[in-house]
């Protein structure tokens, strides 16, 4: 049973919040809910025959923070691999034959630079590790869930790419003003994962499904395809330290079965969720036919924040960085100096150029300047970045680390090897005309 091909075929129902069940099975405040994957397996494998026996066509493990860093925090980091594998060994038990397993994989709770400490190397290594463990232990699907920075996201999901084979779900949470919390919108999140190959994206957490309608609707029309939705269980209220959600299960799941409308395939549950509200969702859209997902709109390039239709790129307003031209920028680089890119950028960011051309090919082979120059650029500079150069290694290694969808200038010299660097990570092919 193949999940991708079930789900062009049906609309599958998620599983709801974990946390509110192991709680009422003894889990305190402050614990670290994943340990019970391996001190309380009977309560782990309880939950999830509830959300089973609910009607979850897919079940997730209990591992959202499961990640190293999260882990460390409660002196646990050497058993972050036997947490996850027992998380999906666990899940897998339960569903058998009757549903799929979902890896649960939250953000690794750190900011990434500039504004915190987390690398691209580091998130990188701390997905692998928990995306593989996941694997070994049976996960049908990995899910990437409740992001809020497209760059920590696009990370995770390059990591989950070596590390297995299994379809990945990516998902983020909104804010009410439509954007996530670094500020990506629907369309650029849709844009830059499907370039990627995400097989699914979604939204999740955020509000309850009256709100998350238009998000869902913005993904729909931007081409995401077919959609995971996860929303909560209304809106929160605090009394006496007590969490509690203003909607009700029938109401919740009549709200969410509208998703069905805008292409979603897969629907659950977030905060608040329990198995009463995974029943009445079953019941009301196990009747329903799944509607065709919208084909991603290609040609748009985009930082994490801003998009341009490459079709409207002016040659008169993009800024070159093109150490070959610009004397100064060659002999800071070839003393391998990038300090100058802070000035440059802030410079760069008042102009409201459409994008920012780099090309540095002309100081030497150091494969991983590229790299640098854009990374540091990129903290400050928030327009879609054109990259340009001859050599693949060094177009590999900046486009790693681009937090978006970057234009790549194909030369006729190496057409071959840029463009297939290009597509693994999403590049859109800039013709040199444009460049200029």
Known sequence: MSFLKEIEKRILVHDGSKGYLLQKMGLKGGECGELWNLTNQDAVREVHRAYLEAGSDV????????????????????????????GARLAKEVAGSRAFVSASI??????????GDLTFENAY???????????????????????????????????????????????????????????????????????????????????????????????????????SVKPNAGLPSVSDNVVTYNESPDHFAELSSAFVNYGARLIGGCC???????????????????????????????????????????????????AAIDPAVSEALEKNDISWTEEAALDLAAEGYDAILVNVDSVGGDTGLLANVIDRL??????????????????????????????????????????KVAEKYGGVIISRSIAG
């Not at 400050?380 to 486009?399: C, G, H, M, R, W």
Request: proline share 4%; glycine share 8%.
């Open 59 to 86: 079940l997730q493990t209990n591992t959202f923070p499961g990640n190293r860093i999260h882990l460390e925090r409660f002196g646990l980091g050497d058993k972050t691999y036997e947490i996850n594998y027992w």
């Open 106 to 115: 939250g953000p690794a709770g750190l900011l990434f630079e500039p504004l």
């Open 125 to 227: 290594e701390v997905y692998y590790e928990q995306v593989k463990a996941l694997a070994d232990g049976g996960a049908d699907i990995i899910n990437f869930e409740t992001f809020t920075d497209l760059t920590e996201l696009r990370t995770a999901f390059l990591a989950a790419r070596d590390a297995s084979d299994l379809p990945v779900i990516c998902s983020l949470a909104f804010e009410n003003n439509g954007r996530t919390l670094m500020g990506t919108d629907a369309f650029i999140a849709v844009t830059v994962l499907k370039s990627l190959g995400v097989d699914m994206i979604g939204v999740n957490c955020s509000f309850g499904p009256e709100h998350m309608t238009g998000i869902v609707e913005s993904m729909y029309k931007a081409g995401g395809g077919f959609l």
């Open 272 to 322: 608040g969720t329990t198995p009463d509200f995974i029943r009445a969702l079953k019941e009301r859209i196990s009747h329903l036919e799944p509607v065709p997902g919208q084909e991603r709109k290609a040609g748009y390039i985009t930082s994490d924040v801003k998009h341009i239709d490459v079709a409207y790129l002016d040659d008169a307003n993009i800024y070159r960085l093109d």
């Open 378 to 419: 990129q903290w400050y500079v928030k327009d879609p970045f054109i990259i340009q150069t001859d050599n693949a290694a060094a177009l590999e290694s900046a486009l790693k680390i681009y937090r978006g969808t970057a234009g790549v200038v194909l030369n006729d010299r190496s057409d071959d090897e840029i463009r």
